[in-house]
């Protein structure tokens, strides 16, 4: 995996004080799931707290897309319970809806809507669900899109942007239904390298003005600068959580050790 | 752009041989036919050309949107015909459209009778010969009580087995004044309604979009009613052993409508399957993580990139079943086909003569609809579809 | 490190919860479709099943109210065959069995080359058979008729549609403009105009055009008609396969030194094929079905021989019997052939990933 990585792409300067960690808002206690008969996640315990940002690493198919997946409502799990922000994703479908939209996806394709501009993108969302008008959520989209730096791309569609343009749009996409909890499923596993800074830089930001971030990825820089704690998990289970100083320097676990043997 | 065919590569000389050679054949051919058909006609005494369009017709024809008589020469039973077609054509392809786009959306959806009575139904249709299903529907119209004890309301329509009576709009004086007022009103009351829904969306303000609706129905009915009803509408009576007044749907045109349509219907749900299966699986999470509910994520997200895949082979299929109206004759329904092809090419005996000009009626709708195509490809290939 | 468990079951409860009542409005769709789906399906079973009458010589022999279908059995050899003289019917059996050889090398994979000439060789021997061709006691065309007669146009159409249907879909991608042009213009007109109007054609016009006193059969003629008709759709078929073979195919046999007719007939086109088989098969359901309408010209097959037996005065009334017969019989046969191609359609799919991965 190091291979990969060419020298330019470090993550930004080390961010003064972050915001302080507040109560769980994303509680996993005991989830199973099955796919067919494959038993994907094996009994997965994990609390995030408001303002954190957690890393999950582990070999493909150790179920970690999965689990992000679990707690974004996209798949369901048979067992265990998942609160996002105290309401039981299990429970009622008018609370768990309120609560799935408290959380934003960034998907690994981007999955942008071909068929609309990027402002409209941003905006389809904010008018239809939100009830904005359409004025205001125009106004809101073009915030958005500045901070990720694509302002002047607003009126383009996705097809006339590159890769990373286009995570950025999702990423900008995400942030304009104001969730509370950002999940990032490999959002740069399908770029060119010489794009994964930007949509790097761009998370970086995002962490340091006080998102709650649960990031799949490879990229290790990132991990190591951002991340509060890191997730290692392997065959459906959580195997260590450790800050990342500790989870790179001195690893528990034997899989732990194999795994950034591998990668490093 | 490399092609297959191995005629591309056979070099100057080949390939001017070989068209040379398709020329020749083609011409020899074409003179050998024409050299057979003369003596065959001449021997037979059938007469050539196209004089006979102008000659009386003589005979009846039970539907006709426009005035005709038996008196009425053969181009306007050209005319009359080509319009009944159209007739039930626009009408199948209406119908079919809502029933293919209902099914076809059914066999997606979670639920799993809907899936299966959509399945059920499109294999059916699907399986069985066109020809078979309007006789079927046709019987079925058949059942339907005779005259004296017909179903329905006086004064506003009647299920019969010799048709369907509906009111007719009769434009005359003042009447006619009432339903242009009446269309105006509902298209303003449309635009109205549109109109109050942007500002809506805008300014977040605003005048509630129904106040159009209310606008529309209010003036079509202000107007219909200024000028008196009786002077309006042709209305079915019971009148004796049958029915005065109105416009008549014969049980042939029923039939072969239901039977188009449900048969069209089958082969429209499994392009809107298709259609909605070809969307990126990764749209329809993305619709649902920005939190849009089902119907939303279909109307806005899922259904307009899945038409870009359905437009075509769906103008395909309006193509076929204008083409396989032409099974109207099996029921005597008086189609392009039945009164020119059938009753008109019995009497003059010019059958070439008819039947070229049928084909080519049916060959100018044929091309429209590729043009059409093609300005569709064209113009969506604005934007291309997601990975 | 957990070991894996086995999936806990869903109950048919839980399965009910999801897929039938989801929501309000999934419920009261639930219950209505279950309760419209299961009287229709109980009513049509007993009706046609339970209190059937199978057998009889008239409609007196139905008395129960189910389904009469004496009407079809006391008919069956007209059903089957049509007019054919009953002392000759094992021609018949030996007629399809004949056109079950054609067919062989269709359904039957990994056979030599040379075995794609069955196709037409077993067509050409039903014909013969049924018709005498010299050797046996001649039977005219217009005593053939039944479901013989469907299978025999509809296989006999098809299998000489594909070749002209290839020579069409090559001659269409041609840069020749004669050629092109040709092929474009025959594919077309054949599929912008009707069926019936061909027929018509067929059986009115194409007698004008032949030297006098050369007298073809109207069956023959018709069969002519339906296989250059069905031929336009074969090549459109074939056209889709022929563009997705991979361009580095061509480009691979010519490094390799293969002329052009051997890349064609040898890489090519077998690919091509391949691909094309659901498109082709689609194509002959719609040809099977298409058959149904030679009754408008007065040819005798299955619909029109039941369309007969309606007019007869001894079994007034059937209508219900005779056509919803005619429509199983076709239904049968048209569902099995599509079944067939979306198996066909997922094995190819199989072949292709093969193809594709590395040694």
Known sequence: MSAKQPAAKKAPAKPQARPELGPPCVEIEGVHKWYGDTHILRGVDLSVRDNEKVVILGPSGSGKSTLVRCVNGLEPYQEGKIKVVGVDLGGGAKESAVAKRKTGMVFQQFNLFPHLTILENCTLAPMWVLKTPRKQAEEEAMALLDRVHIAEQARKYPAQLSGGQQQRAAIARSLAMNPEIMLFDEPTSALDPEMVGEVLEVMTEMANAGMTMMVISH?????????????????????????????????????????????? | MARGGFMQRMGGVRGLAAQGALVLGLVLLAVWLNHNAGTNIAARGIATGYDFMGREAGFNIDQHLVDYEPTDTYTRVFLVGALNTILVAVMGIVTSTIIGLTAGVMRVSKNYLGRLLATTYVEIARNTPLPVQILVWYNLALLAPPPRTAWGADGLFFLTNRGVYLPQFNLNGLADFAIWGGIAAIVAGLFLSSHFRKQRTEHGTGASPNWGWAFAIGGFVLAYLLTGNPTGIDVPHKSGFGFTGGFTMSPAL??????????????????????????????????????????QALRLVILPQAMRVIVPPLASQYLNLTKNSSLAVIIGYPDLVAVFAGTSLN????????????????????????AFMNWYNARSAVWAVSR | ??????????????????????????????????VLFAWFVWNAFDWAILRADWFGETKEACKSGGACWAMITARWQQVVAGYYPEAHLWRVALAMVCLAIAVLPVIKRDMPAWAALLAPAGVIASIAVLGGANILPSVP????????????????????????????????????????????????????????????????????????????????????????????????????????????????????????????GLVVLPQAIRISIPAIVNTFIGLFKDTSLL???????????????LSDFAWLGLENEGYVFVAFVFWVACFSMSRWSASLEQQSGKTVKRVEEPA
């Open chain 2, 347 to 370: 009497q003059t005996g010019q059958a070439i003569e008819t039947l070229a000009l049928v084909m080519l009626f049916y060959l100018a709708c044929s091309l429209s609809v590729s």
């Open chain 3, 141 to 264: 065309t217009d005593y053939w008729g039944g479901i013989m007669l469907n299978v025999l146009v509809g296989l006999t159409g098809a299998i000489f549609a594909l070749p002209i249907g290839i020579l069409l879909a090559f001659g269409r991608r041609s840069d020749l403009p004669i050629i092109k042009g040709f092929s474009i213009g025959f594919i077309e007109i054949v599929r912008g105009v009707p069926l019936i109007t061909l027929l018509f054609m067929s059986s009115v016009v194409l007698p004008l055009f032949l030297p006098t006193g050369m007298n073809l059969d109207k069956l023959m003629r018709a069969l002519a008609v339906v296989t250059l008709f069905s031929s336009a759709y074969m090549a459109e078929a074939v056209r889709g396969g022929l563009a997705a073979v991979p361009k580095g195919q061509r480009e691979a046999s010519h490094s390799l030194g293969l002329g052009l007719l051997q890349t064609t």
């Open chain 2, 254 to 295: 029923m039939a072969l409508w239901a039977a188009l349509s449900f048969y069209t219907g089958s082969f429209i749900a499994e392009i809107v399957r298709g259609g909605l299966q070809a969307v990126a699986k990764g749209q329809g999470e993305a619709a649902r993580a920005v939190g849009l509910n089902d119907a």
């Open chain 1, 219 to 264: 990229e290790m820089s990132f991990a190591r600068e951002v991340a509060d704690r890191v997730i290692f998990m392997d065959e459906g289970e959580i195997v260590e959580i450790a800050p990342p100083s500790e989870f790179f320097s001195k690893p528990k676990h034997a899989r732990s050790k194999e795994f950034l043997s591998r990668i490093l």
């Open chain 3, 295 to 309: 009754y408008v010209i007065a040819i005798l097959e299955v619909t029109g021989v039941i369309r007969q037996a």
């Open chain 3, 1 to 34: 490190m957990s070991a894996a468990r086995p999936a806990p079951t869903t109950t048919a409860w839980q399965w009910a919860r999801l897929n039938l009542f989801g929501s309000i409005a999934d419920s009261v769709l639930t219950v209505v479709a279950a």
